[in-house]
């Protein structure tokens, strides 16, 4: 809880990676890799509750194994490679409140696939949210690439910026993101109501790269490992 502001931190974790098989429960650095984003939110100091949604009994075992609460089973229709994650955080709102009696005014998105995230990075996104009366905050990080200098698209049959600019070097233009895919914090209310990543009171909480990396890929965790590795 901060500031009388309650928060559930839901791990959205299905069974069906196709990048990574198992990619969820794989080991990393000597535990699942769910295990990590699990013993993120129990080190925050603001998180009341932490769960676990997955439609799979062995990511189910596993999270429970590092004391994540895993009150359901996602049902099938959730669990596809296009089950939007909105959906996927409003059923498991409905359930906490309706089955579990649990009130909550923050919903917390913690994605496994950002292991590198820390415990300040997501007290930060949450104060930030509370303290700023923000609807939603989310993570980013400087995107390598800026839409005004050096990313094109076909265009009236030939290539040009995606966006158009007379820059003449990356730094003079304005700035611009990744999503990193890490930390994702909305109102409760406003997330229900409005069902959107982008509201009227959005920000980002910028970090940096080298605690931004999401893992799609097998080069991606053979980045993550070696990131850990040189930290360690």
């Not at 997330?191 to 893992?215: A, N």
Request: charge should be negative; aromatic fraction near 8%; glycine fraction near 4%.
């Amino acid at each position: 809880m901060y500031k009388d502001k309650k928060i559930l931190c839901v791990i959205p974790a299905r069974g069906g990676s196709k990048g990574v098989p198992g990619k969820n429960i794989k080991e990393l650095g000597g535990k699942p890799l769910i295990a990590w984003s699990i013993e993120q939110a129990h080190a925050s100091r603001l998180i009341d509750r932490t769960i676990v949604s997955t439609d799979s009994e062995e990511i189910a075992r596993v999270s429970r194994r590092f004391n994540a609460e895993v009150p359901f089973l996602r049902p099938a229709e959730l669990a596809t490679d296009s089950a939007g994650t909105i959906d996927v955080l409003l059923h498991a709102m409905d359930w906490m409140e309706q089955k579990e009696h649990f009130s909550f005014d923050i919903l917390l998105l913690l994605h496994t696939t950002a292991p590198l995230r820390t415990v300040q990075d997501i007290d930060n996104c949450l104060t930030m949210l509370i303290d700023d009366h923000y609807d939603n905050v989310f993570s980013v990080n400087d995107s390598h690439k800026n839409p005004y200098f050096n990313m094109v698209e076909p265009r009236g049959g030939t290539i040009r910026l995606v966006k158009d600019g007379t820059f003449t070097s990356r730094q003079a233009t304005p700035p611009v993101y990744d999503i990193n895919c890490s930390i994702y914090a909305w109102q409760k209310d406003i997330l229900r109501e409005k069902k959107s990543l982008f509201l009227d009171r959005t920000h980002v909480y910028v970090m940096p790269k080298e605690r931004s990396i999401d893992i799609d890929d097998p080069i991606d965790f053979k980045i993550v490992e070696a990131l850990q590795q040189l930290k360690s």
